[in-house]
T-cell receptor, first 110, second 114 residues
Framework: QKEVEQNSGPLSVPEGAIASLNCTYSDRVSQSFFWYRQYSGKSPELIMSIYSNGDKEDGRFTAQLNKASQYVSLLIRDSQPSDSATYLCAVRPGGNKLVFGAGTILRVKS | EAGVAQSPRYKIIEKRQSVAFWCNPISGHATLYWYQQILGQGPKLLIQFQNNGVVDDSQLPKDRFSAERLKGVDSTLKIQPAKLEDSAVYLC????????????FGPGTRLTVL
């Protein structure tokens, strides 16, 4: 079983819709969770971090965490074509080592 | 504030050759990471430095890969000899401390092994 699993996509949504990206992880001791965005040919950039169960909102982005289900998600409201990218879920099981999923490709169609 | 710098940006070599990558982290960042990102996969940590000491190199193929961070600033990652499966983007990242949330990534070096 992979440590961090994501649906590879592509996930296609129309402009203005809500995009929902999901991630599951296997290590129950993980305490920190991150979403990175990676444009094609570019390096990852951090867009959200979450540590407690529940929702965390930042602008058009909402991260959701459910530690009991070992599940973390990212919602993007009012999706824009500029949101088209690969979204990487990352988990920090201990120390500062990040374990990344393979990423979900998001395509926002105008 | 300058970001993480890496060079070269692209490198093409033949198998069994050697190659070296260079990284200059953000000024003042104590922790430096090297990741390997194979096409279609997420980044995989190869080695983590805290200042000039190694914190984690459990996934570094030590028979062919080596890395150093002399003086706790710049770092180099070397592959010798390269294999076809080493074709990937090598990303360097840095963070202020070893427990800081945000890792800042450099632009990466795209390595192609023929």
């Amino acid at each position: 079983q992979k440590e961090v699993e994501q649906n590879s996509g592509p996930l296609s949504v129309p402009e203005g819709a809500i995009a929902s990206l999901n991630c599951t992880y296997s290590d129950r001791v993980s305490q920190s969770f991150f979403w990175y965005r990676q444009y094609s040919g570019k390096s990852p950039e951090l867009i959200m971090s979450i540590y407690s169960n529940g929702d965390k909102e930042d602008g058009r982005f909402t991260a959701q965490l459910n530690k009991a289900s070992q599940y973390v998600s990212l919602l993007i409201r009012d999706s824009q074509p500029s949101d088209s990218a690969t979204y990487l879920c990352a988990v920090r099981p201990g120390g500062n080592k990040l374990v990344f999923g393979a990423g979900t490709i998001l395509r926002v169609k105008s | 504030e300058a970001g993480v710098a890496q060079s070269p940006r692209y490198k093409i070599i033949e198998k069994r050759q050697s190659v070296a990558f260079w990284c200059n982290p953000i000024s003042g960042h104590a922790t430096l990471y090297w990741y390997q990102q194979i096409l279609g996969q997420g980044p995989k940590l190869l080695i983590q430095f805290q200042n000039n000491g190694v914190v984690d190199d459990s996934q570094l193929p030590k028979d062919r890969f080596s890395a150093e961070r002399l003086k706790g600033v710049d770092s180099t990652l070397k592959i010798q000899p390269a294999k076809l499966e080493d074709s990937a983007v090598y990303l360097c990242a840095s963070s202020l401390t070893s427990v800081a949330d945000t890792q800042y990534f450099g632009p990466g070096t795209r390595l192609t092994v023929l």
